[in-house]
Antibody
Framework: QVQLVQSGAEVKKPGASVKVSCKAS????????IHWVRQAPGQGPEWMGW????????LYAQNFQGRVTMTRDTSITTAYMELSRLRSDDTAVYYC???????????????WGQGTLVTVSS | DIQMTQSPSSLSASVGDRVTITCRAS??????LNWYQQNPGKAPKLLIF???SLHSGVPSRFSGSGSGTDFTLTISSLQPEDFATYYC?????????FGQGTKVEIK
């Protein structure tokens, strides 16, 4: 069965960086885009961008341009999301999610990781 | 960005009730509308994609309809496991955007 398993919770100081991992299993990792979505406490989800695990190509949301980097390691079927210059309003649960289509991003999400809480506090 | 507005923001209902949630887009999105269910402390789960297509494994009591700017999610007979928060999401234009959520609570 499709599974996305994320790394554990992180506590960071303002200005620091965080890197969250997402280990995929149960399907062909290079066959489907991976998106990153975050959800601040009490808010709706917010899309951050995607990575094509096959080519490594990425597309980032304008709100995160210059601060986010998405990468992957196909040898261990894992995607990563690194967010830099953290601020207190980056405190949120960060999710990886799979796009259901292979050839291009359809921008909806059929399987999700369990989420990683990132807390930014001095 | 396309704004997605859900109503109501919360509702109280009983087991067995028929429940309808509305989602309105700030511009036409054809049928590029998806619905998710989220339980507290858990990731969202896809229920419906392309406005009316049921995701694999989702019970048939869930249905979706609409096109253009106005959409609805209907639960035909509310079950105990359906008390959760529901989000709509447009996938018509980048960036994909979500509604603010509708919390379905036990009456």
């Amino acid at each position: 069965q499709v599974q996305l398993v994320q790394s554990g919770a992180e506590v960071k100081k303002p200005g620091a960086s965080v890197k969250v991992s997402c280990k995929a299993s149960g399907y062909t990792f290079t066959g489907y885009f991976i998106h990153w979505v975050r959800q601040a406490p009490g808010q709706g989800p917010e899309w951050m961008g995607w990575i094509n695990p096959n080519s490594g190509a990425t597309l980032y949301a304008q709100n995160f341009q210059g601060r986010v980097t998405m990468t992957r390691d196909t040898s261990i079927t894992t995607a990563y999301m690194e967010l830099s210059r953290l601020r207190s309003d980056d405190t949120a649960v960060y999710y990886c999610a799979r796009d259901p289509y292979g050839d291009y991003a359809k921008y909806y999400f059929d399987y999700w990781g369990q989420g990683t809480l990132v807390t930014v506090s001095s | 960005d396309i704004q997605m507005t859900q109503s109501p923001s919360s509702l109280s209902a009983s087991v067995g009730d028929r429940v309808t949630i509305t989602c309105r887009a700030s511009q036409s999105i054809s049928n590029y509308l998806n619905w998710y269910q989220q339980n507290p402390g858990k990731a969202p789960k896809l229920l419906i994609f392309a406005a009316s297509s049921l995701h694999s494994g989702v019970p048939s009591r869930f249905s979706g309809s609409g096109s253009g700017t106005d959409f609805t999610l209907t639960i035909s007979s509310l079950q105990p496991e359906d008390f959760a928060t529901y989000y709509c999401q447009q996938s018509y234009i980048t960036p994909p955007t979500f509604g603010q959520g509708t919390k379905v609570e036990i009456k």
